[in-house]
């Protein structure tokens, strides 16, 4: 059984297949491990308005799910309303209050 002439589009998919493959389940099963220590829930109390130079980001005040009765204000890209509950991989950090 010979293998395929170097440069074949058969031999570089092959290739691909076998090296991306394995390295990218590792990949994602360290970024879940990773992900599972270190993520907070927050739910959204109250929208606080737009911010940014298009006025793309919304200002949202979140309370933590845990007992923690904490509230932080943090900015969101996308589409948010009340309710809504985050995931956030970083919860120390609060946004200053839009102007």
Do not use: Y
Not at 43 to 70: A, S
Not at 74 to 94: A, M, T
């Amino acid at each position: 059984s010979a293998a395929p002439a170097r440069g074949s589009a058969a031999a570089t998919a092959a290739a691909l297949s076998s090296s991306t493959h394995s390295s990218s389940k590792d990949t994602m099963a360290d970024a879940a491990a990773s992900a599972q220590q270190s993520v907070m829930l927050a739910r959204v109390t109250k929208v606080l308005g737009r911010t940014g130079n298009t006025g793309n980001v919304t200002q949202v005040r979140v309370e933590f799910m845990d007992n923690d009765p904490r509230s932080i204000i943090r900015n969101v890209k996308g589409p948010i309303r009340e309710g809504d509950v985050l995931c956030l991989l970083e919860w120390e950090r609060e946004a200053r209050r839009l102007r």
